[in-house]
């Protein structure tokens, strides 16, 4: 009797052949870049440097597309941004040391964002592993060490024939849920030295499901039956997990209102009559969601931006689905099930019964006929102008990628995404720079359609050379950068704080020249022609460069009333 365990795939006479035979001229860099084929990699994104020249010298015998960046912590953006829209782990060369390093920023943001990203550094030769300072160029004590409190899992190489292994396992923690970064580290020598090992084929690195524990389904199941007045807050969560349509089904079934985090914008739709959009930020919607007897939160940790800065605080039952472990009721106390969003409510929808709630839709509405008013008293037209000029120009299904600046905020808040994964932004770790460099990584991943990035003045110097990266590949991305002649959101912070600013105001360059220096198209619009020159801009094929100047100001808290 043969089990299925006992079954082991033959290899073909050929795949025998090549194995016995493998072709000459081969190096450790071309384990690392057979290894990604095998797994599915299609496009990798990096900066060659001295130690990790045996993986590029590999890319030129592969099939890989590389699209290389200017600043390794563009490139871990890039990365990121890819690996959110292909939901694949986004292969990130770098090399050793201050190029391993320059790129832990990038990491950080994958990290809180559950992006894949699967970065393979090299390291400094073996003989040099251990601690000691032998002087090699690049040497670190223990470079791993740098990035174990970023990633999720960290594999070091010693030999050439680990490499497959090691990035098979990184691929693997890359994709199971929680998705995020993973680092891999290879010696230089590893990477260099001729190989006889045999060619790398398919590579099984299946990710793990996790699936919820049904009783607790069920007890969730019976609470969201019999709530009174239950609501749903949707995090980025859904949006990894492909799962905003089993969310709808399950909303529309509980008759729930659903607010979407800003890590989760798309997961709901934006106009449905229980959609309480994402106006997280605002006093109205926090005492709906405090009033809620049920509370279902799906992909979410609640953290500092989701609960409205602490200020959130439950009175009903909160079930919790998560499945980053460290997230669950890490802030409060729930029916926590550590699980994929999908999977968790699959499980919701087999289990939980129908419920009518004809007032459900009114509460919505009221709640946002408030924000609206309280918005409306705040004389802030040209803001929601700004935004509104944009989100027309824009087509539907055309990705966004929003920097750290106060457009951004606005976004946030009260921007239509029209989709699930198609608007991103760096406020998992909240890091200046993102917006540009990720476009690109999202153009990388599908070029048929515009892209659109948003800066501010002071987010864009940390970008600027990757227009060159832009032209070079032809990447179809626009990128609105809002000039207000310094880091406008922290002059408001420190002006309300402190009655004036300190280190906010910037010399900075002509952008549309600057953008044409590189071949990029540059226009200077206003706030009255923003659209239309939007509207060209991403109609014409390439990158483009569009320059608002212009001084925005945030919408007033609440937390702090």
């Known amino acids: 009797m043969t089990h299925d365990h006992d079954l082991v795939l033959r290899p073909t006479a050929a795949q025998i052949s090549t194995a016995l035979n493998p072709p000459p001229g081969r190096n450790g860099g071309d384990l690392v870049v057979e290894t990604l084929a095998g797994l599915g990699a299609t496009t990798v994104f990096g900066l060659p440097g001295q130690h990790a020249l045996g993986m590029f010298d590999a890319l030129r015998r592969s099939s890989l597309r590389y699209i290389g960046l200017r600043v390794e912590n563009n490139a871990g953006f890039a990365a990121d941004a890819y690996g959110r829209i292909t ?71 010693r030999s050439q024939s680990q490499i497959p292994s090691a990035i098979a396992a990184a691929w693997k923690s890359a994709l199971t849920a929680p998705h995020g970064p993973v680092w891999v580290e290879i010696p230089q020598d590893v990477l260099l030295a001729e190989t006889g090992l045999p060619v790398v084929t398919a590579m099984d690195a299946t990710p793990d499901d996790l699936a919820p524990r049904p009783e607790l389904t069920a007890v969730a199941a019976d609470l969201l039956s019999r709530a009174a007045r239950p609501a749903i807050i949707a995090g980025g969560g859904v949006v990894r997990a492909d799962a905003s349509g089993k969310l709808l089904q399950l909303a529309e079934r509980l008759d729930a209102p659903v607010v979407t985090t800003f890590g989760g914008k798309g997961a709901f739709p934006w106009q449905h009559p229980l959609s309480m959009q994402s106006w997280l930020e605002d006093r109205y919607t926090t005492d709906l969601l405090e009033d809620a007897d049920v509370l279902l939160v799906v992909g979410s940790g609640l953290g500092e931006l989701s609960s409205n800065y602490h200020t959130f605080k439950p009175r009903g039952r909160v079930i919790q689905i998560e499945a980053d472990l460290g997230k669950l009721e890490s802030n409060h106390p729930a029916l926590g099930i550590h699980a994929d969003a999908r999977l968790a409510l699959q499980a919701l929808l087999e289990t939980v019964s129908p419920r009518e709630d004809d007032q459900a839709a009114g509460r919505v509405r009221d709640l946002l006929a408030r924000v609206a008013e309280r918005i409306a008293a705040q004389e802030l037209t040209l803001e929601q102008d700004v935004l509104a000029s944009v989100r027309r120009a824009l087509p539907a299904g055309s990705p966004s990628f929003w920097d750290m600046t106060i457009l951004a905020y606005w976004a946030w808040s009260a921007f239509d995404a029209r989709g699930a994964n198609t608007m991103h932004s760096a406020q998992g770790a909240g890091g200046l720079g993102y917006g540009f460099p990720a476009a690109l990584g999202a153009a990388a991943a599908d070029p048929s359609r515009p892209v659109l990035a948003v800066s501010g003045d002071g987010g864009a110097l940390y970008s600027i050379a990757e227009l060159a990266t832009a032209k070079q590949y032809d990447l179809p991305v626009t990128w609105l950068i809002v000039d207000d002649g310094g880091y406008g959101i922290l002059r408001e912070y420190m002006t309300d704080a402190f009655g004036q600013s300190t280190a906010t105001e910037l010399t900075r360059p002509d952008y549309v020249a600057l953008a044409e220096s590189f071949g990029v198209p540059g226009t200077r619009t206003t706030p009255e022609t923003l659209e239309t020159d939007l509207t060209k801009a991403l109609a014409t094929p390439g990158p483009s460069v569009v320059l608002l100047p212009a001084v925005l100001r945030m919408f007033a808290a609440t937390h702090l009333d």
């Open 87 to 157: 939901g694949e782990a986004a292969p990130l060369l770098l090399s050793t040391g201050p190029g391993a390093l320059t790129s832990l920023a990038a990491l950080q943001e994958a990290a809180a964002a559950s992006a894949p990203v699967l970065a393979i550094s090299s390291q400094i030769p073996t003989a040099g592993l251990g601690g000691g300072r032998h002087g090699y160029l690049h040497e670190l004590p223990d470079q791993a060490a740098s990035f174990r409190g970023v990633v999720k899992s960290v594999h070091t190489v």
